[in-house]
């Protein structure tokens, strides 16, 4: 009966951990600097820290993103190409 039972629990157990979903993780060690240069990780990367406030809010990786954001958004002005005439 009691290796029934610890079959049964440990069958249960592998399943409930197959079929969880993996928990989304913010990359860690990325300066604004790295950020700037690449603009589709930064703009993953402030989805899903802006998706999840409360739980990202202290990540590092989502304190530089936003900085880097805030940089790309204020930065340099860009000449405007009005075409040949």
Known sequence: M???T??????AAIT???CS???QKVDQGH???WFLKHNEIL???LKLCS????KYNKE?????ALHAANQRSAGELHPIDWGKE
Do not use: R, W, Y
């Open 60 to 64: 590092p990786d989502c304190i530089n």
């Open 51 to 54: 998706d999840d406030p409360a």
């Open 43 to 45: 703009d993953q990367t």
């Open 16 to 18: 409930v951990t197959a």
């Open 2 to 4: 009691k290796t029934s």
């Open 21 to 23: 979903q993996p928990e």
């Open 6 to 11: 610890l079959i049964l629990l440990s069958i």
């Open 31 to 33: 300066t604004v600097s």
